[in-house]
């Protein structure tokens, strides 16, 4: 039996979903088949010896044409995405291959239909950015502190460990502050609490505004906030400290002056140290607040470091320089 003879290719092509054509070189259209009636609405006639291009997207037309170009060399194509417009005014996406047969001045080129999988990925990259959003609004959520808008405990405490472990690997120091408004419970009680609530969200801002970029500030719970300084040694922590306690005490407060309190911790980390298993961040903190106590009993509006404490005493200790006037 002779195969080409008992079967016409023909009919094959016309019974295919997709959209088989035969062009010339430059687009003029000779022959499709019965799938670009049932996909795009053209019938046969509307098509022969018209040039495609003028049912293109005209975003697509510039990407169909270098692929046209590449064509006309000889290079097949394999996989070619573009937009063509529907007799009823609206646009689909296909997928071609095309086959170039050059001596013969033709193109042979199959499309299939893929606006349905194209819009299920935009539905699906649509959901994603959405979901993306929702999760990013989430952890901002969980991350900030709802009045002032900086991080919150939670966050900080990430931070914070985060930090040490970059300063343990590179052997360097880091140094923490607690920071205390000053007589802030009588504060609230003379202008009440939502005049408080303002004082600590302006409290934050000069924080943020005066500390660095590298520096993580944060609201470690009610009038008290918490700054991680990291690669700063204690001579360097203690005037970024007194900047701070200058930058609110000098403040236009707008019902009463605002001073602070400070207390600093810190670390250098060396390899005995690295060795040693003890919990880093809880004793930055419990050191930054050991000397936070000291400034305040020793009448608030000043800056104490941890360093700087006599042995087992909580007396006033010679700071010197590191003293501010003691004003409520």
């Not at 053209?42 to 037309?61: A, I, S, V, Y």
């Not at 202008?191 to 409290?203: I, M, N, S, T």
């Not at 140290?273 to 930054?288: G, Q, S």
Request: proline fraction near 4%.
């Amino acid at each position: 039996m002779n195969f080409r003879k008992e079967y016409n290719l023909e009919n094959f092509v016309r019974l295919s979903l997709d959209l088989i054509s035969i062009q010339r070189l430059d687009g003029t259209v000779l022959q499709v088949n019965p799938s670009f009636e049932r996909i795009l609405g053209w019938t046969e006639q509307d098509l022969l010896g018209k040039n495609p291009f003028d049912l293109l997207h005209p975003e697509d037309l510039e990407s169909t044409l270098k692929e046209i170009s590449k064509l006309n060399q000889g290079v097949p194509t394999i996989s070619f995405q573009n937009r063509y417009r529907c007799a009823d005014g609206k646009y689909k996406y296909f997928e071609w291959s095309s086959f170039p047969d050059l001596k013969a001045g033709l193109l042979y080129t199959s499309g299939r239909d893929i606006t349905e999988l194209v819009e299920s990925n935009r539905k699906i990259s649509q959901l994603a950015a959405e979901l993306k959003e929702a999760n990013d609004r989430l952890f901002e959520q969980a991350s900030t502190d709802p009045l002032t808008k900086i991080k919150n405990r939670r966050a900080f405490s990430e931070d914070l460990h985060y930090l040490i472990h970059l300063t343990q690997r590179q052997e360097g120091q880091i140094s923490l502050m607690m920071i205390d408004a000053d007589h802030f419970k009588e504060y609230n009680d003379q202008f009440g609490h939502p005049e408080g609530d303002q004082v600590l969200v302006q409290l934050a801002g000069l924080l943020l505004k005066t500390t660095r970029e590298s520096d993580i500030v944060a609201r470690y719970g009610g009038e008290e906030f918490i700054i991680a300084l990291p690669n700063t040694s204690v001579e360097e922590a203690i005037p970024i400290a007194e900047t701070l306690a200058k930058t609110i005490r000098e403040y236009s407060w707008e019902k009463k002056g605002i001073t602070i309190s400070v207390g600093i911790s810190t670390i250098q980390f060396h390899s005995s140290l690295i060795a040693e298993k003890m919990d880093f961040p809880k004793f930055l903190i419990e050191n930054a607040d050991k000397a936070l106590y000291h400034s305040k009993v020793n009448g608030r509006n000043q800056v104490t470091h941890h360093s700087l404490i006599p042995p087992d005493s909580l007396l006033p200790c010679s700071r010197s320089k590191f003293d501010f006037t003691n004003s409520d």
